[in-house]
């Protein structure tokens, strides 16, 4: 039986313990280290004011330079140090987008199939002397379930035409047609009762809208109602007997 490359093995000593052999591994390892690495080069090796050795990474505190160097070939220093190892390359990786990410919503193309037919007509209120406007627009090919809108936008807000304070635009919309829009005059209009209403036809497909402009006279009463509202009431002090 050979027993020359027994750990510390003596003819007639019978086998070498688990716990022998761990130590005379260690014993090895703790020797090459020596040899081989310079402490002071250590990142982790912080010598305390009571001249002990500590390890920053993984915060424990040995009495010796040896029992340090022991203490970095051990189990827990490497597996510290490769789980830094992990973490530093996954801070220098750069960020990549997530494979779960949103669908993008593509606007629905509709193809136009040109401008709806219209009348505009004129009118005014004998009562009120306001000045009115009708639209009737025509949609005989409007999609299934879709009803007509429309909307004011001023002079600055269109890019079409130069801007000019005194107009304002009134937009009717409805797919597949095209948008057709009307310059009417930029006056207030009155949203009061029976004097702005729209109405839609599904039977004829016909869109109506009709509207009034407020009078100067009209605007002018709502402008000093407004500013006596706003006016704080007087107080009258009675003074009675004796102060």
Same mark, same amino acid.
């Given at each position: /039986?050979?027993?020359?490359?027994?750990?510390?093995?003596?003819? +007639?000593?019978?086998?070498?313990?688990?716990?022998?052999?761990?130590?005379?591994?260690?014993?090895?390892?703790?020797?090459?280290? /020596?040899?081989?690495?310079?402490?002071?080069?250590?990142?982790?090796?912080?010598?305390?004011?009571? +001249?002990?050795?500590?390890?920053?990474?993984?915060?424990?505190?040995?009495?010796?330079?040896?029992?340090?160097?022991?203490?970095?070939? +051990?189990?827990?220093?490497?597996?510290?140090?490769?789980?830094?190892?992990?973490?530093?390359?996954?801070?220098?990786?750069?960020?990549?987008?997530?494979?779960?990410? /949103?669908?993008?919503?593509?606007?629905?193309?509709?193809?136009?199939?040109?401008?709806?037919?219209?009348?505009?007509?004129?009118?005014?209120?004998?009562?009120?002397?306001?000045?009115?406007?009708?639209?009737?627009?025509?949609y005989p090919e409007i999609e299934a379930n879709l009803q007509p809108r429309h909307r004011f936008?001023?002079?600055?807000?269109?890019?079409?035409?130069?801007?000019?304070?005194?107009?304002?635009?009134?937009?009717?919309?409805?797919?597949?047609?095209?948008?057709?829009?009307?310059?009417?005059?930029?006056?207030?209009?009155?949203?009061?009762?029976?004097?702005?209403?729209?109405?839609?036809?599904?039977?004829?497909?016909?869109?109506?809208?009709?509207?009034?402009?407020?009078?100067?006279?009209?605007?002018?009463?709502?402008?000093?109602?407004?500013?006596?509202?706003?006016?704080?009431?007087?107080?009258?002090?009675?003074?009675?007997?004796?102060?």
């Open positions: /039986m050979d027993f020359d490359h027994r750990v510390k093995g003596r003819t +007639g000593s019978g086998p070498i313990s688990d716990a022998q052999r761990q130590l005379a591994q260690r014993d090895r390892l703790l020797k090459l280290a /020596m040899e081989t690495s310079d402490i002071s080069k250590n990142p982790y090796l912080l010598r305390n004011h009571l +001249g002990k050795f500590e390890c920053k990474l993984c915060l424990t505190v040995h009495n010796t330079e040896a029992n340090f160097l022991a203490h970095t070939q +051990g189990r827990r220093h490497q597996a510290n140090l490769a789980r830094r190892k992990a973490l530093d390359e996954k801070k220098d990786e750069p960020l990549r987008p997530t494979t779960a990410t /949103m669908p993008k919503v593509l606007p629905r193309r509709t193809i136009k199939i040109g401008r709806p037919g219209y009348q505009v007509i004129k009118q005014r209120d004998p009562a009120t002397g306001q000045l009115g406007l009708v639209f009737e627009i025509q936008m001023s002079a600055f807000e269109q890019k079409v035409q130069v801007p000019d304070k005194n107009f304002q635009y009134l937009i009717f919309a409805a797919a597949p047609y095209e948008n057709i829009a009307f310059k009417i005059p930029n006056r207030e209009i009155d949203k009061g009762e029976n004097r702005f209403e729209t109405q839609w036809n599904k039977t004829t497909k016909t869109f109506k809208l009709q509207l009034f402009f407020k009078t100067d006279e009209q605007i002018e009463v709502e402008r000093k109602r407004r500013e006596a509202s706003h006016t704080a009431p007087s107080l009258k002090i009675e003074y009675r007997g004796r102060l």
